[in-house]
C-alpha cells in the first residue's frame, strides 16, 4: 500500500535530524537560503481562512524540494546509503520514496515506510540472532552478509560458502535445488471476473525435471466465499492478497483442464544464484499479506515486485515494478515488459484441452468424429473402433468431462481404460496419419507479450447521414476521438470462431461544425463468444453498461445521449453467433425504454490476423415513453499496419432513418 505523502514528509524529517551531521548541515544550509524565497513563495497561493491548510502545504513544499535538492548537491552521499539501494528497496517492496506495498506488520521490524530504520534493525536482529533472523529473512540475511554484513553498498562481498543460513531452508533448497524461474500466463478468463485480464505465476524448475512437477508461487486474493461483492473489494483493495506455494501440477490442471484456458511459458534469463535468492524472498513471504488491488497491485504486479529482488536494478535505473507502476497493472503487459527487458529466454505454448479436444476432432474423419462422441458417452465399444485420432480424441474429452464432474468416477474410470486398452492394440501411427494430423492453417493464439496494449487512443473522420421530418437528406461531416482506459475489443484478439471483448472506460467524442458532443461513454463491457458444440457446449453472452446516444426511428424526434444498460445470452457456431436478451435505455428523468433485443453476428478473420471484421445487427423492441421497433447494424473492420497501429473502417445503421461511415487510425498504448 503506498503510504500517504505527509507521513513520507514525517519520516524523512525525523531520519535527518537523527545521527547524520552531514546530512544535517547540508539541510541547515539549504533551509538558510531557500525559506525566504519559500516565504514569498507562500504569499502567492490563492488565499484560504484554513490557516494550518496553509502551513502544512508549505511544509509539504519545502521538504519534497529539500529532498530533491540534498539528492543534487551530494550524489555520493545516496550512492553510498545501503538504505536507499534498489536491492535493499526491493526487499522491503519499498518505492522510491521508501513507502512499502506490503500491509502485513509481520514483514517488517521497523515499520514498512522507514528503509534506513530497517536496515538498522534487521542488522541488530541479524548480529544478535544470525540463525532466528536467517530464517525468518533468508533473503535480507543472503543480501546482508553479501554486502559484508555491514549493509553497505561498499563493502567487500564474502564468499557465500561461509554465510550463515537456515537450515530447514537449505534442505528444501537441496530438495528442489532450482536453477530455473518460469513465468505462466494463464490467458483471459471472463466467466471469473478475478481473471478477466489473465493470470501470472511463477514456477521454480530443476534442470533435467517435468515443470510440472516443480513448485509454482501463486499471489493471489484470500477470498473465502464466492460473492458478486468480491469484485468490487478487488477493485477497492478490500480483499487481503498472499502468496503460495503449491505444486505446478495443480495450477496447470486448475487453468489448462478444469477453465479450458491456454498458457504461455516464459522461461527467465536468470543464473542459479539469482533463482536461489528468488526463492529465499519467497520463502520469507509465505503467509505475508498485502492488499488485493484488482488493477494495478494483483498477480502481476507483484510479480515484478518479486523478479526485483532476484535481480536488482542498477544504480539510477528504475526497476522492473517502477517501471510497471502506471494506472493500471495488467498481467498482459507485464510479460510484454519482461519481453523488452530481455528477460525472457524461451517461450513455449502449453494449449487448453479443449483446444488439443478441437484439433484431434479436425483431424479425425467425420465417421471418427462420430465415434469419438459415441466412445466418450458410451454409445459404442472401443473394439469397435479403427480410427487411432477418434480413440485418442475420446480419452480427451472424458478427461474434460472428468474435470468438470459431468461423469462419474466409476463410468470415467471403465471408459477409459477401455479407451486406452484399444488404442494399445493398434500400435503407433502411420506416418501419413501424424503428417494429417494437425491443420497447417492452425496457429497458435497471439501470445501476450504480442497482444495489442489494454489503452487505446483513436482518431478518425466520417459522415453521418440523416432524414429529418422534412424528408430532405442531411450529411453532416464530422472528427472522432476515443479513448479507452483498459481492456480490449473483438477485433484485438481475434480467434477463428470465438472471441472475446472487455473494456473498461470507453470514451467516442464528435466534433461537428457547430458542437463537440460525447457519442458513446461505455463502463463496462463484456462479449464472449464461444463456440456451442457436444462437447462441451458453451454459452455466448454479453453484457454493457455505459451511456450511448440513441438515433430514434421517428423523423420527428431527435437524438438524445442515453444511459444504456442491456445483456443477453445465446450460442455460437463457426463464426455466426445469436444472442437474445433485454436493453434498458433513459435518461433518469422523463426518458425510458425498456424491451427485448435480438442479436445476429459473425466475425471473419485473415490466416496472418492482419485484417479483421465483425458485423453485428439487431433488433429491439422499445416499450415506454417512444413504444416502436429500434433496428441497428455495425460493420467494424481493423487492418494491422504496425504491432500497435491499425487502419479502421466502420459503418452503421443506426436507425431507420440515420446511417454513418468513418475511417481512422487507432494506437494501443
Known amino acids: 500500500m503506498q503510504m500517504p505523502y505527509q507521513v513520507y514528509v514525517a519520516g524523512r524529517i525525523e531520519g535527518d535530524f537523527t545521527g547524520d551531521t552531514n546530512r544535517s548541515a547540508t539541510y541547515v544550509s539549504f533551509v538558510t537560503t531557500v525559506v525566504p524565497n519559500l516565504l514569498k513563495l507562500r504569499f502567492r497561493v490563492i488565499f484560504s481562512d484554513n490557516k494550518s491548510n496553509m502551513r502544512f502545504i508549505f511544509l509539504i513544499v519545502l521538504f519534497s524540494i529539500r529532498s530533491s ?71 535480507r540475511a543472503h543480501w546482508l552478509q553479501s554486502t559484508g554484513g555491514q549493509g553497505t553498498q561498499n563493502s567487500p562481498p564474502h564468499d557465500p560458502g561461509t554465510f550463515i543460513t537456515c537450515p530447514e531452508l537449505e534442505a528444501a533448497l537441496d530438495k528442489l535445488k532450482p536453477d530455473t524461474a518460469v513465468v505462466m500466463f494463464a490467458s483471459e478468463y471472463l466467466g471469473n471476473p478475478s481473471s478477466a485480464f489473465g493470470h501470472t505465476f511463477l514456477v521454480f524448475e530443476r534442470a533435467g525435471r517435468s515443470r510440472l512437477l516443480s513448485q509454482a508461487v501463486n499471489y493471489a486474493a484470500r477470498v473465502d466465499t464466492r460473492s458478486a461483492g468480491n ?84 544504480t539510477h535505473a528504475q526497476s522492473l515494478s517502477q517501471q510497471a507502476s502506471t494506472l493500471t497493472v495488467l498481467p498482459g503487459d507485464v510479460i510484454s515488459l519482461l519481453q523488452r527487458s530481455g528477460l525472457v529466454r524461451k517461450r513455449t505454448f ?176 463484456l462479449l464472449s ?43 455460437a457456431k463457426g463464426p455466426f453467433y445469436v444472442l437474445a436478451g433485454a436493453e434498458l435505455r433513459t435518461d433518469l428523468h422523463d426518458e425510458a425504454l425498456l424491451g427485448p433485443e435480438l442479436t445476429l453476428g459473425a466475425f471473419t478473420v485473415t490466416p496472418g490476423r492482419s485484417l479483421r471484421s465483425h458485423l453485428s445487427a439487431s433488433l429491439a423492441y422499445h416499450v415506454g415513453t417512444r413504444s416502436d421497433w429500434h433496428p441497428e447494424v455495425h460493420w467494424n473492420s481493423r487492418f494491422r499496419l504496425a504491432p500497435r497501429l491499425d487502419l479502421t473502417f466502420d459503418a452503421a445503421i443506426r436507425s431507420e432513418r440515420v446511417r454513418e461511415v468513418r475511417g481512422g487510425f487507432a494506437w494501443n498504448w
Not at 79 to 84: C, G, I, L, S, V
Not at 107 to 135: D, M, S, V
Not at 269 to 296: K, T
Request: hydrophobic share 35%.
Open 69 to 139: 535538492f540534498a539528492a543534487e548537491t551530494d550524489p555520493m552521499e545516496r550512492k553510498d546509503r545501503a538504505y536507499d539501494s534498489s536491492a535493499w528497496l526491493a526487499l522491503l517492496h519499498a518505492d522510491a520514496s521508501g513507502g512499502s506495498r506490503v500491509d502485513d506488520p509481520d514483514f517488517f521490524l521497523a515499520g514498512p515506510n522507514h528503509p534506513q530504520g530497517e536496515l538498522t534493525e534487521n542488522l541488530r536482529n541479524f548480529n544478535q540472532t544470525p540463525t532466528n533472523y536467517c530464517c525468518r529473512f533468508p533473503a
Open 231 to 314: 469484485a468490487w473489494k478487488g477493485l477497492t483493495g478490500q480483499l487481503p492478497g498472499q502468496y503460495q506455494i503449491l505444486p505446478t501440477f495443480e495450477k496447470v490442471k486448475e487453468y489448462n483442464d478444469l477453465a479450458q484456458r491456454d498458457i504461455w511459458e516464459y522461461e527467465l534469463d536468470l543464473d542459479p544464484a539469482e533463482v536461489r535468492q528468488l526463492f529465499r524472498h519467497v520463502w520469507e513471504l509465505e503467509g505475508i499479506r498485502s492488499d488485493y488491488w484488482f488493477l494495478d497491485e494483483n498477480c502481476a504486479f507483484n510479480l515484478l515486485q518479486l523478479l526485483d529482488v532476484a535481480r536488482p536494478a542498477p
Open 350 to 525: 502449453r494449449p487448453a484441452l479443449a483446444r488439443d479436444i478441437a484439433a484431434g476432432l479436425k483431424a479425425s474423419s467425420v465417421q471418427g468424429r462420430k465415434d469419438a462422441l459415441k466412445l466418450a458417452r458410451g454409445e459404442v465399444e472401443a473394439e469397435r473402433v479403427q480410427e487411432r485420432s477418434a480413440l485418442e480424441t475420446a480419452g480427451l474429452i472424458l478427461q474434460a468431462w472428468k474435470g468438470s464432474k459431468r461423469i462419474e468416477p466409476e463410468s470415467f474410470d471403465l471408459r477409459y481404460n477401455a479407451i486406452l486398452a484399444r488404442r494399445s492394440e493398434l500400435g503407433p501411427s502411420p506416418a501419413e496419419e501424424n503428417k494429417a494430423g494437425r491443420d497447417p492453417a492452425d496457429r497458435p493464439p497471439i501470445p501476450p507479450d504480442e497482444m495489442p496494449r489494454s489503452r487505446l487512443l483513436g482518431l478518425s473522420g466520417g459522415v453521418i447521414e440523416g432524414t429529418p421530418d422534412n424528408g430532405e437528406r442531411v450529411d453532416k461531416n464530422f472528427a472522432e476521438l476515443q479513448f479507452r482506459l483498459l481492456g480490449h475489443d473483438v477485433l484485438d484478439r481475434p480467434e477463428p470462431g470465438q472471441g472475446s471483448q472487455l473494456e473498461l472506460g470507453h470514451l467516442r467524442l464528435r466534433a461537428f461544425e457547430e458542437e463537440i458532443r460525447i457519442e458513446e461513454l461505455t463502463l463496462l463491457e
Open 529 to 571: 463468444v464461444s463456440p456451442h458444440e457436444p462437447v462441451f457446449q458453451r454459452k455466448s453472452w454479453q453484457f454493457r453498461a455505459g451511456m450511448e446516444r440513441f438515433h430514434p426511428s421517428e423523423s420527428d424526434q431527435a437524438d438524445a445521449l442515453l444511459g444504456l444498460l442491456e445483456g443477453s445470452v445465446g450460442k
